[in-house]
């Protein structure tokens, strides 16, 4: 059974950069043909797709924010991580790491649990 | 305003049926057969309950079950349970450019 953890900062500075790692157990990060993306919830309002990121290292971004965040992977620790800059209050949401948007699973099939992050002086 | 417009809120009594809509455009939901329903209890991560618009992973139960017509999606629960109450999300994909779309959420409340 694969399994994500979120963690980082739970409170970032207006204009910092808000970095986040996404620890999976269950099962590798580099085996099979998953994507691993991430997506947020700010309060009271929908998901909203992040990005994501292929075993092969490759990444494709919301338009939206593309021109704030990276996503990259470590394999060797079987980590993915998400890296916003620019921040603003408008950044404030539950993060949530999940696999899939593409490859073996066009859907989002295992998520963890969420960590919130304020954006706050 | 999310991409995906979901009612805000539903209900029914335990045995019921429910319907949440999740509707979008020609090109995300009416383009692609990749809609995904999601559900989510309160601090528990979010589960998947639908994908491919009509498909059910493994272990979830057939009372859930997903239909699409045009540009709109839907996920019927039948004979509703009280741990049924919960916030429901739809996804769509979208196209190479913006990838993944989803609905603001349908809360539903078991009377």
């Known amino acids: 059974q694969v399994q994500l953890q979120e963690s980082g900062p739970g409170l970032v500075k207006p204009s910092q950069t808000l970095s986040l790692i996404c620890t999976v157990s269950?099962?590798?990060?580099?085996?099979?043909?998953?994507?691993w993306s991430w997506i947020r919830q700010p309060a009271g309002k929908g998901l909203e797709w992040i990005g994501r990121?292929?075993?092969?290292?490759?990444?494709n971004y919301n338009p939206s924010l593309k021109s704030r965040v990276t996503v990259s992977l470590d394999t060797s620790r079987n980590q993915f991580s998400l890296k916003l800059s620019s921040v603003t209050a408008a950044d404030t949401a539950v993060y949530y790491c999940?696999?899939?948007?593409?490859?073996?699973?066009?859907?989002?099939?295992?998520w963890g649990q969420g960590t919130l992050v304020t954006v706050s002086s | 305003q999310s991409a995906l417009t979901q009612p805000r809120s539903v209900s029914g009594s335990p045995g019921q049926s429910v319907t949440i809509s999740c509707t979008g455009t020609?090109?995300?939901?009416?383009?692609?057969?990749?809609v995904s329903w999601y559900q989510h209890h309160p601090g528990k991560a979010p589960k998947l309950l639908i994908y491919?618009?009509?498909k059910r992973p493994s272990g979830v139960p057939d009372r859930f079950s997903g239909s699409k017509s045009g540009n709109t999606a839907s996920l019927t629960i039948s004979g509703l349970q009280a741990e049924d109450e919960a916030d429901y999300y739809c996804?769509?994909?979208?196209?190479?450019?913006?990838?993944?779309?989803f609905g603001g959420g349908t809360k539903l409340t078991v009377l």
């Open positions: 999940a696999r899939g948007g593409g490859g073996n699973s066009l859907e989002f099939d295992y």
């Open positions: 269950g099962g590798s990060i580099s085996s099979g043909s998953y994507y």
């Open positions: 990121i292929y075993t092969s290292g490759s990444t």
């Open positions: 020609s090109s995300d939901v009416g383009d692609y057969n990749f």
């Open positions: 491919d618009v009509i």
């Open positions: 996804c769509s994909y979208a196209g190479s450019y913006t990838f993944w779309v």
